[in-house]
């Protein structure tokens, strides 16, 4: 006798039975894996909340959307990386400024040796009141950044660069280090984390530079120094590079940068965001906010030419950049008008990191189309 097989169909209510405690279970798991290694390990990729954390702004409007609480977090290791002059040391540095207006203290270890206080100051950074050191080893510098730290009062430290500290000292004792002085300071809610990086709510961010790995046939050949550590510590890690170059009348006045946030444990990762880097000036805030406002539909754009409320404001993105500096009223209303409108902006902001287009090497800069400027 053939004996048949039949499928059991589960009614509705069984399925809706099922899934309760499928799901019941889904929250048990994340509740597990928060605990065990911090708020914000494992989050839906769309998922637009994010986490309620002290934030200091980049200097950066675009840049801000996207790390998705305004900045970035207090209370973390942040890694900028990139080629070099791509911009790194002025992020960097444009934190710092933000950090100071709004009463905080900052240092910048400068184990390159390289740091320009008049390029600094042209940022907006109070180089009176910055801290500088220049230590003569890797070693010192990170044990100076451990007594900064520890002391409490700093609100942001820049070490630049990991490179420079892994000239003096092994990786293995570079990280002994810092695990002392950040005890895995992205974890900073679980009992058995104290880090005091997260107790004192300070920011440190490390710049870092670009390696080629040797005999890679596929995928990226490009790595970061330091090893794998730096990664696992850091909250936010951010790629920046230059993307082309920005032209006057031949010459070249900036460049156009592209940042992608490629680990952001407060908020939603791997979102893109573009802006102009203008030399002596830094990040060009007019030209966000003719950027984001066409975005947001603020401003119109038709062919080459911009309008604000029906009334044209320039030719070109660059005079519609010099009429926000003569119309710094107008400014304000746009820049209102996007903080508004946040939560559309950052949905078209939204980078993929399959789908997006692969950032491109610095070695292969394209030129940004020269762009006609207003004559007095």
Not at 314 to 331: D, R, T
Request: net charge positive.
């Amino acid at each position: 006798m053939t004996k048949n097989n039949l499928k059991v169909v589960k009614s509705t209510k069984d399925k809706e039975l099922e899934n309760k405690e499928k799901n019941k279970a889904l929250e048990a798991a994340i509740s597990q894996i928060t605990d065990n290694f911090g708020k914000g390990s494992v989050m839906k990729l769309g998922q637009q909340k994010a986490m309620d954390v002290e934030s200091v702004s980049t200097g950066s409007l675009s840049l801000d959307l996207a790390l998705g609480i305004g900045g970035l977090p207090k209370g973390r290791i942040i890694e900028i990386y990139g080629p070099e002059s791509s911009g790194k040391t002025t992020l960097a540095l444009q934190v710092i400024a933000e950090a100071q207006k709004a009463g905080g203290i900052c240092g910048f270890v400068d184990a390159e040796h390289a740091l320009d206080p008049v390029y600094a100051k042209k940022l907006g950074v109070n180089t009176e009141e910055l801290l500088i050191s220049q230590p003569d080893t890797g070693e010192q510098a990170l044990e100076i950044t451990d007594t900064l730290i520890k002391s409490g009062s700093m609100s942001v430290i820049v070490i630049d660069s990991v490179a420079a500290l892994t000239q003096e000292l092994k990786l293995k004792e570079i990280w002994e280090i810092i695990s002392r002085t950040s005890s895995k300071i992205n974890e900073p809610s679980t009992k058995k984390i104290d880090g005091s990086v997260s107790r004192t709510n300070t920011m440190v961010i490390f710049i870092n530079q670009i390696r080629m790995k040797i005999g890679v046939m596929f995928g990226s050949p490009e790595t970061t120094s330091g090893g794998n550590s730096l990664k696992f510590y850091s909250s936010v890690r951010m790629d920046i590079r230059r993307i082309g170059a920005i032209k006057d009348k031949g010459e070249i006045i900036g460049n156009a940068t592209r940042v992608k946030v490629v680990k952001n444990k407060v908020a939603p990762p791997f979102k893109v965001v573009e802006f102009d880097l203008m030399y002596g000036k830094g990040i060009s805030k007019t030209g966000e906010l003719i950027d984001l406002g066409a975005k947001a539909d603020i401003v119109e754009k038709s062919g080459a030419w911009y309008a604000y409320k029906g009334e044209k404001i320039g030719q070109g993105k660059e005079n519609a950049k010099l009429f926000l500096e003569q119309n710094p009223k107008a400014a304000a209303e746009i820049e209102m008008a996007i903080r508004e409108k946040a939560g559309l902006i950052s949905e078209k902001i939204q980078g993929n990191p399959i789908e997006k287009e692969k950032v491109e090497s610095a070695e292969k800069v394209e030129s940004v189309e020269e762009v006609p400027t207003k004559k007095n």
